[in-house]
C-alpha cells in the first residue's frame, strides 16, 4: 500500500517561486506532479524515474523542475509562476514500470495525494 502526502503549496505572485514535496510511504516507482483546475481534466505537469530520467509538460518546460531524494520525497520547484499555473497539484506514483510515452497521462498512477492549491496572483 502506497501512501503520499503533498505539502508547499499557498499563494505568490507572479513571477514568483513555490516548492511542492510529496512524502511516500511503501515502495514507489515513477513519481508525478498533475494539477487540475474545477472543469477541467487532470494533467501532468512532470514525471521522474527512480534513476532521475524527468519528464516535463510543455506548459512548464524551463519553469519547474522535479526531483527526489533517497528519503521517498518528490520535489516540484516551480520558478516563473504564472497566474495559469493555478490550480491543485496532486502527487502521484506508480509501483510498476511506467512507459516514457505515458508517464503524463493520469491513467497511468494508481496512487495519490490529497492535493495542495498553488494560487499565482498577476
Known amino acids: 500500500q502506497v501512501t503520499l502526502v503533498e505539502s508547499g503549496g499557498g499563494s505568490v505572485q507572479a513571477g514568483g517561486s513555490l516548492r511542492l514535496s510529496c512524502a511516500a510511504s511503501g515502495g514507489t516507482f515513477c513519481k508525478a506532479w498533475f494539477r487540475q483546475v474545477p472543469g477541467k481534466e487532470r494533467e501532468g505537469v512532470a514525471s521522474?524515474?527512480?534513476?532521475?530520467?524527468t519528464f516535463y509538460a510543455a506548459s512548464v518546460k524551463g519553469r519547474f523542475t522535479i526531483s527526489q531524494d533517497n528519503a521517498r520525497r518528490t520535489y516540484l520547484q516551480m520558478d516563473s509562476l504564472k497566474p495559469e499555473d493555478t490550480a491543485m497539484y496532486y502527487c502521484a506514483a506508480s509501483t510498476g514500470f511506467v512507459p516514457g510515452n505515458e508517464v503524463l497521462k493520469k491513467e497511468s498512477f494508481p496512487y495519490w495525494g490529497q492535493g495542495t492549491q498553488v494560487t499565482v496572483s498577476s
Open positions: 521522474i524515474y527512480p534513476g532521475g530520467g
